[in-house]
């Protein structure tokens, strides 16, 4: 196999792992943002502090590998470059990981480790308000991963040379 073909296998596999992995967080953030995270103001406050911690503890195991693929993957698009991934649409997405990544570590982290000590109206608000980035930018990365896999599939049918 050519090294041409074997980029363009490579840059298939990373944007379906890409559009996988985002699609999954997609639908994780939008629970969260609209059922989950309101949710906590429900909680008894007597039992708050461990349901948090039940939360931080078991939310890792369903958000982090796909975010860790999702990270490898829109590396892979940056580094490795092949034709038919959009080089702008590529680092794009990449920023918008970094973005998400740097909101959990700024704002969710922090409101978490305060949240998990008691219940405050005023951090879980800030919680709530502020996880609108993560949202944002994880449905518009769906939105480029998609266009990015379609632009690729699309190509051989609209004529360009498949690789």
């Excluded at 879980?124 to 991963?145: G, M």
Aim: glycine share 6%; net charge neutral.
């Amino acid at each position: 196999m050519s090294l041409a073909r074997e980029r363009a296998v490579f840059g298939r596999v990373a944007l379906l792992c890409q559009l996988v992995c985002t699609a999954w967080m997609v639908g994780v953030i939008w629970v969260i943002q609209l059922v989950h995270y309101p949710s906590f103001a429900f909680v008894d406050p007597d039992v708050y502090a461990a349901f948090q911690g039940f939360h931080e503890a078991q939310i890792t195991w369903a958000v982090g590998p796909p975010m860790l693929g999702e990270i490898g993957c829109a590396l892979a698009l940056v580094l490795v470059s092949t034709p038919q991934v959009s080089r702008t649409l590529a680092w794009v997405g990449l920023a918008l990981v970094g973005l998400i990544w740097f909101s959990t570590a700024v704002m969710q982290v922090p409101a978490h480790a305060a949240l998990g000590v008691a219940f405050d109206a005023d951090v879980h608000r800030q919680l709530v308000n502020s996880n609108w980035v993560r949202t944002c930018a994880w449905s518009l990365r769906l939105v480029i991963a998609v266009k990015m896999l379609l632009d690729v599939l699309l190509k051989p049918m609209n004529g360009a040379e498949d690789a």
